[in-house]
């Protein structure tokens, strides 16, 4: 039997100040109550790279001033998500070597909003239990002198959290 996949598109910035990684508080999507990379989906005829700076200003409160495209790639996991069984997320990453701006803990909400506000947190207390699969990427390739990842990566379980880990 195939298997049925919702695909989500979107771009993410990697943000490193002071040893420590800039993640969005996810409310919504399988990634809720999780840490997670600041960005998202792209409005009606967007560029790729209008689109990260809109993204991480909104999640954020950052405003990125020197961006680097890293590479593009793919998590796939099973996620019940109305008439699909799978989901597979496109991610195209970002460094962001430079910004202005205070990471904020709130930012504005409104429809389409899935980020509570940003935190900083250090590599060593982010893990499988309480990020998105973006974060760990992100994670890797700071860990690894700045060697971005693309592989695709398969999950054969995802568990949406039912309680925030921030």
């Not at 800039?22 to 409310?27: A, E």
């Not at 940003?118 to 990427?137: G, H, I, Q």
Request: hydrophobic residues 40%; glycine residues 8%.
């Amino acid at each position: 039997m195939t298997k049925k996949y919702h695909r989500a598109f979107g771009v993410y910035g990697i943000i490193f100040i002071d040893g420590k990684l800039v993640v969005i508080k996810k409310n919504g999507g399988p990634y809720i109550n999780r840490f997670d990379l600041p960005g998202g989906s792209l409005e009606d005829g967007e560029s790729l790279d209008k689109a990260i700076v809109r993204e991480i200003a909104e999640e954020t409160g950052l405003q990125p001033l020197k961006i680097r495209q890293l590479g593009i790639t793919s998590f796939k996991y099973p996620w019940h998500y109305k008439k699909w069984e799978y989901n597979q997320h496109i991610c195209v990453f970002y460094d962001i070597q430079q910004w202005q701006g205070v990471a904020v803990d709130h930012v504005a909400q409104f429809i389409g909003q899935d980020s509570l506000g940003a935190k900083l947190v250090s590599l060593a207390d982010l893990n499988e239990k309480n990020t998105s699969p973006l974060v760990l990427n992100a994670k890797a390739f700071l860990k690894n002198n700045d060697r971005f990842d693309s592989a695709d990566q398969t999950f054969t379980t995802w568990n949406v959290l039912k309680k925030p880990v921030y």
